[in-house]
């Protein structure tokens, strides 16, 4: 009996397996990140500030209205499927966040969270509180200085899908 393609078909399914489990706890690198995103369909963009975020353009990484101008190390994790889900951390600068807040309705209920990232918590979830300023609703915890917001890509009471919320109503 051959026991060769046996042997292969156990080495090929190990190194899959291994892939599994080690791909998404490396540090985004020009090696691994092509075939996270293709495997996973996700991605995770870093700014050193918020001038250097996008605030218009594709939403996945573009920072949400509520985030102040001076926050700094920012880390958003996204869908590339499309969807809206969506992790983001950052660190306040001087400027204090003003508060989660809907200003405009009840908050509804989210899904939950779809996504997870290394830099993410563990039982942050009784911190967290909506923000609803933006297209999208939030839950926002702050821990010391650290903010982390995440979306399931529930529509903000108020918001037509797509689009912040008016000046006027915020």
Known sequence: MN?????IA??????????????????????TDPITDQVFQEKSKRYPTAADAPRRGPEAFTLPSWVPGDARDI?????????????????LGSTPLDGPQC????????????LDAKWWPRGIRPQERPECRDAHQ??????????YAWTDGTPSPGAAP?????????
Do not use: D
């Open 75 to 91: 880390r958003i994790h996204a869908r590339t499927t499309g969807g809206e889900a969506r992790l983001i951390r950052f660190t």
């Open 138 to 147: 939030y839950q926002v915890a702050v821990r010391g200085r650290h903010v």
């Open 10 to 31: 156990a080495a090929v399914a190990a190194v899959v397996a291994t892939a599994a489990f080690a791909l998404p706890n490396l540090p985004p690198n020009p090696l």
């Open 162 to 170: 797509g689009r912040s919320i008016p000046t006027a109503a915020r």
């Open 103 to 114: 200003r405009t309705g009840a908050p509804k209920r989210p899904r939950g969270r779809e």
């Open 3 to 7: 026991r060769r393609p046996l042997v």
